[in-house]
């Protein structure tokens, strides 16, 4: 009880917002004012009512309010014929399966549904309209609801079912349509409702029925209310929240129920749902009612997300029961994620991977001239752009004489390169100049890179365990690493706190890198240079970006030379010079690239690097003036004929004491870090050190020690903080 | 034609058809007279590599001009089969034409005046044929070619490239700058199969044509070099350096561990023997001929390219060296080839045992042939070590990873034999920071080098590094945990070396510019040792030092004097080394003294070091010392002035890539190779 009152008294808090919002839009105006009633019912007294009817409902009246509730969902068949018979026929076996299908045909994609609406948009008003409403939702009722809460309430998504936030922009365009005309339509689903209800009144049920769903009408229409009506105005309550929709799904056993929170999952905002896809993947796994219900959910997220498809995958695999009997049918959830890992559940509209061969010559083909033409000549000009030729000379060449996939191979330097050739085309090229971002069109395998990319990391701390001393250890980890920085940057990311910061992996640094004191179960840390973005696997991969270039002034240091040379020596020393002109790339556009993406590059201690540069540059410009000053062209050494000068000028004089006392204070000043290394065990000093410097490397030790936890299980059951707040949630769940 | 004889009844040698077909070309008939098919079956017979040369070799000058016709057009038949579809006939193709190139050069140098292009390739569109020639070389390393095929064609190259003692005369190369075979080369490298297989070669030839020519005109070669930012080309560039001097290194511990363990009998042995070349050290050396190749390779790339620094670190898994594959193992090549099964198999990572970075197994191979310091051959060897050393400890980067105390190596560092040094095998040693074992290996040059000959360019360059390294960990305030004394004392011996040895050096060298070096090491100690030693123990250890060898710096001041007194060259040298010496004669003018006073009311003759050691640590006050203008400067490494002539030198007098006729008759054994 106390449990289910954490969300509540969370959610007291909100009301007045959505008071305020609710006023200042007025269309919405009526839905909403239940809303602030059931509100005031919760936050006090009336919670307890609320628990004793999940508690009631399972155990005594479950029938009444399946029905109800399931009358109330399946308006549909209703309107269309009302004759009570229609109602009664799902009633008997569950009324779960027609739902699901259609669910699955149409709400599986929300791409086909808008477009189905938009068509049937133009004309708005009339019977057609209606009739469109009537097929495409199951449950035309919450859907509505939802949506018309979507004006105030902040929290969920625009659709109700379509709660991805990474649909592309046109689509978003017809979603605002398609909800004016749901505001517009707002009224007749009510209408039909209270016609309904008229109906029902008016035949002669079995009483209970009737009883459960005459009060819940008129609470409805404003009047108090009985326990099962209370519970459907719960969910289509704003305050209806995922945290709420979990416990229900766990706890409720009625049909009716869960298949309406099943669609109700998708009015949920995904990070909100992603935070108990445990949870959910638990009950998909062992509870299969739960599992039909959520099961197109699933497959939708899946299909939006690579990121969700792989912890969904993974979280199976892991949760799964160990099937040591070999049982002819694999269970749901072993099924579920091989569909997953065998990619058949992608985006809708991306063409399978044989096409894609017969597609790409097209794309290089520059002459055909389809729609897409004018695209492509444009990108032929824009070539001569800087970023493009640069992008261009990064390419890495196809490798000599192989034309096997390289992928998961570490030492061809494309092991998590899916092959996926749309930024290859001209398409590709052109929006990554506009600096927007693309999508994989190609259908190259989307959840490969990432898969390859945890293998090996799992499989260097694999190999670590077979090395038996720890500098051996420490060497090869390192070696490991700089294999695996062969193939990055890449479409990969740390499939932990990605919620937190989409990022791509652009470096392992091995240096920073250390074999733990641990046995062998998790035999190492490592740091993560990443490249925040805005969807990995939307955005370009960056890139590469060699450290020298950061750092690198060896071209202005020719120039210098050549032009020293030039001056004392007399003969034009061609050979760095010519280097000069033929080395165009600055560090200056490396950065640049790599900023694209409104993003921050995290090398650690890049000013640095610039200052002692710019510090050595300088003071070769002293010299170099310097010996033009003196008009001296020999060979001898600078050093030297330097300090014959000191012997006119005045020296600079400095006490010893002072020196001795400097480095006293600053080897005092080093004190805590002076933490000395231990061969044997290296992880101490680093984690010594790094515990002390600046906030940021904090963040990836945190984030490093939980990849690390999470190495031990191979099974990638994720030990980050989500654990712990898992684990605690599942004792209130208890 | 040569008849078919039952084989028991043989007068004269048995004459292949192929052979005959030679004698044909060369006598200047035309061969394919009434056979339009003839080329096409020409090439489908296996060509006799030895006759052909024979054949040849037995034309003189005259007769090949007269003959030019004939042996354009085999070369221009040989140059189109390039283009065949069957394997074998671009294989026969190849060999034919390299044993002609080869014997051509041969000729050419044995008479200057020889007309070689004329004769090879014709006197009308050279620019054009080779053009073709040098894409369809491209093309056969680049495409799907079996390994057989690329590696002809690598020998063939060198064949071209090796073709004359002096390699900036070879006129061929020039046709080489303008179409340019790099990026077709330098691709082989990045993948491990064809980097094990081809590595050595592709290096050796890339690092021949960037010396073409590279003072007077820009060398494409180089300049792509510099540029090449591809990490896995960079990576295999380093690797098949890096594997190549870990086999050199694993051969002398081989070779070390059969020696036997007789101390000073061998030192006896080694006395009387030394006027002959021992076979081992024969052995030696013809080891190091393989290795300077890839010193010079790696010099070009560590000098010339922006981006090889990254790879420095790379720890290289170890792999087989990629020898090249012995004869049988090319036929078995070649039938597997033909069956059409892939290559010889890529080594593993489960492989790995044992790996180390370039940068740590070049100390160690440095290490090993700085031993050797009866040779000139050597020296320079351990000269170009040193200017790669110079540098990279230049760079800041190669710099931060070698202070990078997580980056650590066991690098073995090699220690010779000497008498007056215990010889107790070499102890197991830690890993460490490159930096460590670069302090290491510069000190035991130091220690190990004073000689009669005294190598003053070597030790320049040594005391360079030191002051390149210090200058870095002042700059970024790096401490490394070192045992700075080690140094201290090398330096001590250096300068009572030269002290010593004044009279008969300055006869032929000038000292002066080394001594100033090691004098400014100790400079930096005095004047900037807060801003990079590690405990403040170590400064009163610096000071303690110089006390206790204050003779030594007295006697170099005392030289100094006299130098500086008399008119001469030197004088200016001696004025220059006289200030460096100012701080450490002050410090040794405060603290005597003191140590002097102290001594006399303890009445004490022999303190202990910590004695000494306090009187230093209560004695700072009042000391004054002179900040040294441009201390930590210094002239950074410039090829084109100072070292053009070694370079140079370097080229026509390194074993190997002077090594013609060795390379040439491994290239046609190759070549002959039964195919």
Known sequence: ????????????????????????????????????????????????????????????????????????????????????????????????????????????????????????????????????????????????????????????????????????????????????????????????????????????????ERRSDLPERSEENGGGGSKPSSLLRLFECTYFDGPMAMNYLFKSKEAGVLSYIGNKLFTFPPDEMDFYLHQIIVMYIHMPEVAEVIHPYLVLRCRQSVEFSLQCAWLLDAYSPDSVMPSKKKPRGTKLMNMILSDEIRPKGSVPKEKVIKVNPMFLNHTDVDESGILKRTHKRSTSDVTGALKKSHKRNASVGSTKSCVGDLSTGKAFDNGCSCSDSSVGVLTELVGREMSCKCGAPRLLPQLEFMKALVSVGKRLAGVSTKDGKTTRLMAELQTLNLNLPARVWLPVHSAVSRHLVIRVPPEAAVVLNSKDKAPYLAYFEILEISDPSMCTIPVKCTPTSLRQTRSADNLLHAEQSVSTVGTGAATPSLLDESMPASPALHRATIGQGNSMFTVDDCDDAWSQEDDEISQMYLRRSCSQLRDRGDTISQMSFESIDSRDREPTLVFAQDIRRRLQESIESLGPKGFKRDPEDPSASVLKVNSTSFIFVDLIVEKTVEINLWFKRTNFIFASYQNIWVFNRSVYHA | MSKRHPSGTIKKAFKEKVVAIYETIFRGEDPSAGNPNFWDEFFLLKPKVSCFEVELLKLSADQLEANKININLLFTKCLEMLKAEQNIKIVYALQTMGALTRILYQKHCADPNFDLIGVLVGSNDVDRTMEDLIKSLSEL?????????????????????????????????????????????????????????????????????????????????????????????????????????????????????????????????????????????????????????????????????????????????????????????????????SIGAPATPTPTVENVTHSSSLLATLLEYCSVIMQDVKHDVSLTSTKLSFIVLTVVTEDNYANSLMHDPNLVFQVQIHKAVMRHRKIGGDPVVPARPIVSALLDLVIEFIVTHLLKKFPVDLYELALGIIVRLICYQKRCKVRINYQWRDLWHALFSLLKFLQSAEGQLLKK??????????????????????????????????????????????????????????????????????????????????????????????????????????????????????????????????????????????????PDLNSRGELNSNSSRNLSAPV
Not at chain 1, 20 to 40: I, M, V
Not at chain 2, 615 to 624: A, H, I
């Open chain 1, 1 to 208: 009880m106390e449990a289910v009152a954490v969300p509540f008294s969370q959610n007291t808090s909100k009301p007045p917002v959505n008071d305020k919002k609710s006023t200042s839009s007025g269309a919405a105006y009526r839905t909403h004012q239940r809303n602030p009633s059931l509100d005031f019912r919760s936050m006090g007294t009336i919670l307890p009512p609320l628990s004793s009817v999940t508690q009631n409902s399972s155990i005594s009246s479950k029938h009444q309010r399946n029905r109800s509730l399931d009358s109330v969902l399946q308006i549909i068949p209703e309107i269309d014929s009302p004759t009570q018979n229609i109602i009664e026929t799902p009633l008997k076996h569950p009324p779960l399966k027609p739902s699901l299908s259609l669910s699955l045909e149409q709400e599986g994609s929300p791409v086909f549904r808008y477009k189905a609406r938009e068509s049937s948009c133009g004309p708005v008003v009339g019977v057609p309209t209606v009739l469109d409403e009537k097929i495409i939702l199951s449950s035309p009722k919450p859907a509505i609801r939802a949506r018309s809460y979507d004006q105030t309430s902040l929290g969920s998504s625009d659709s109700g079912i379509c709660s991805s936030d990474g649909e592309p922009i046109e689509i978003r365009a017809r979603l605002t349509v398609s909800a004016e005309y749901l505001d517009l339509e707002c009224d007749k689903p009510r209408f039909s409702l209270t016609s309904f209800e008229d109906t029902q009144t008016s035949e002669t049920e079995s009483m209970e």
């Open chain 2, 141 to 337: 390393i680049c495409a799907d070619f079996p390994c057989i095929t690329k590696k002809l064609v690598l020998k063939f190259l060198l064949v071209i490239v090796t073709g004359f003692e002096n390699i900036s005369s070879n006129v061929l190369l020039d046709h080489f700058m303008i179409n340019s075979m790099f990026d077709p080369l330098i691709q082989l490298l990045s993948l491990p199969e064809s980097r094990s297989q081809f590595g050595r070669d592709v290096v050796l030839l890339n690092t021949l044509l960037i010396t073409y020519k590279k003072q007077e005109a820009a060398n494409p070669y180089l300049v792509k070099l510099s540029l090449v930012d591809d990490e896995l080309v960079l990576h295999g560039y380093a690797q098949v350096i890096s594997s190549g001097l870990q086999e050199f290194c694993r051969k002398y511990i081989v070779v070390k561990q059969q020696e036997p363990q007789n101390s000073w009998l061998s030192s006896i042995t080694s006395m009387v023997g030394n006027m002959f070349v021992s076979e081992e050290a024969h052995n030696k050396m013809e080891k190091l001929k393989a290795n300077d190749s890839l010193l010079l390779a790696l010099y070009e790339a560590v000098h010339s390219s922006r981006n090889f620094v990254t790879v420095f670190a790379y720890i290289q898994p170890h792999e087989r060296p990629p020898q090249p594959p012995s004869d049988e193992e090319i036929e078995a090549d070649h039938q597997d080839d």
């Open chain 2, 509 to 654: 060298l000038n000292i002066f510019p080394v001594a100033q070096q090691a004098i400014n090491i100790f400079n930096l100690f005095i004047t900037y040792g807060d801003t990079f030693l590690s405990v403040e123990s170590l400064y009163d250890d610096l000071y303690y030092e110089i006390i206790r060898n204050k003779s030594v710096f007295d006697n170099i001041y005392s030289m100094v004097l006299r130098y500086s007194s008399s008119e001469g060259d030197n004088k200016e040298y001696s004025l220059r080394l006289m200030t460096s010496l100012n701080n450490i004669r002050s410090i040794i003018g405060h603290f005597t003294p003191k140590v002097d006073t102290w001594l006399a009311t303890q009445s004490l003759s022999t303190p202990t070091e910590a004695q000494i050691l306090e009187v230093v640590r209560n004695g700072y006050e009042s000391l004054t010392l002179k900040l040294v203008d441009n201390l930590d400067q210094f002239q950074r490494y410039t090829e084109t002035p100072n070292h053009n002539a070694f370079f140079a030198a370097f080229i026509s007098i390194s």
